[in-house]
């Protein structure tokens, strides 16, 4: 094929199949500077056992084998003959424990992390895109306080008065936990602002809308989508401090109610270190999982990084 028919080619293609084409491309170029981070791959592969783990536990565990009126291991029990991690103080598995309560704590990790990005997403391109006007000020002091407030106080606070439910708990930690992404994000908007293709849209005519939309947006993508994988280890941490302080929902079976509920029932004292050990592993590896890809992908999407 000459120039010129290459050149043809490229005319008839239409511009929104192009741009597609474009960032199939620099997805593709992605992942294969991801594959070579061996940080990413071993925290992608923690991390998709997990949510396999998650997924598949309905076929795993039986609903009666976590009741604790139908639980037939033998309370407080060591491990022992088909109680691979021994038993609860009403004789349940610690392992069907775990299992189940890995549904919860990665469904609070990951809802919470959409509500904290989107919130932080949408005020930090507001503020970036409107910088140095009433609006950036406003919307900047705001986020300043919510940085400035420790947050595990305004979670505890918001947690005692919303109460104490799977769905308020998604609620509080997406509340607090959205300043830190909104600086972020509202910082990557300012340079995208200052470049010459969004100058050139505004005075062609374009709407704020379309320019935040079009052009400010897909280049502040990969941010947010980083900023978005460390977010839900945080988030899984803090439905597991708010459990274990006993602000979470009793009623829902997760890691940090687990361990709540073995030092309630005197685990730590007793010695009963198989009810509170492998929930407390679950979440460190669950959480470092997130963690080392969040990193391998700002690694991987920041050029100054991706230069070491």
Known sequence: MTTTDTAVTTLTVSPRR????RRLD?????????????????????????????????????PEDIEPATAQGQPNHSPYA?????????????????????????LVG????????????????????YGGTK??????????WFLVIPWLILAIVLSSILGASVWIIIVVIGVTSWAQPARLIRAQALSVRARPYVERARVLGCSDRAILSRHILPNVA???????ILTVAVAILTETTLSILG????????????IEQAFSAGAMTN????????????IVCVTLSFTMCGYALDEVLNPKLRGR
Do not use: C, E, K
Not at 110 to 129: C, E, F, K, Q, R
Not at 247 to 258: F, K, M
């Open 135 to 144: 609006i950036d000020v406003g919307l900047n002091a705001i986020t300043n």
């Open 18 to 21: 192009l741009v597609w084409q």
């Open 222 to 228: 990969p941010v947010i989508f980083a900023n978005a």
């Open 110 to 129: 990951v809802t919470a992390t959409v509500v904290a990005v989107s919130l932080g997403a949408t005020i930090g391109l507001v503020s970036g895109y």
């Open 247 to 258: 602000l979470g929902d009793a009623t829902a079976i997760s890691w940090g109610v687990i």
């Open 82 to 106: 088909g109680y691979p991690l021994g038993t609860d103080n009403f004789g349940r598995s610690v392992l069907d424990l775990v299992i189940v309560g890995s549904r919860i704590s990665l």
């Open 26 to 62: 620099a997805l593709t170029r992605s992942w294969v500077l991801y594959r070579h981070n061996r940080q990413g791959i071993v925290g992608l592969g923690f991390m998709l056992f997990f949510i396999a783990l998650a997924l598949a536990a309905p076929l795993l565990v039986s």
């Open 271 to 282: 010695g009963y270190w198989w009810w509170m050990v492998p929930p407390g592993i679950a």
